[in-house]
């Protein structure tokens, strides 16, 4: 049985887990949607939001650039 004071340990690294499944199913998308922008910004935004992983949230922005977005 979890103790009280590990549960909110133990939910952290759930959640924390949850979201790099996550991650890994976006990057499986964008594997095979190379060009969609939206796609790497919800991959972007669980890296640095979720994961704290600054560097490969910048990378995917700059991928955004080389999708060659069109905003009017």
């Excluded at 887990?17 to 996550?22: M, Q, W």
């Excluded at 964008?30 to 600054?54: G, H």
């Amino acid at each position: 049985m979890i103790e009280l004071e590990e549960q909110p340990e133990v939910h952290r690294k759930v959640m924390k887990n949850k979201y790099r499944f996550y991650a890994i199913v976006v990057k499986e998308a964008i594997d095979r949607f190379p060009k969609n922008i939206d796609l790497r910004k919800i991959n972007a935004f669980v890296q640095k939001t979720k994961l704290n992983n600054e560097f490969k949230a910048i990378f995917e922005m700059m991928h955004c650039e080389l999708c060659d977005p069109n905003f009017y």
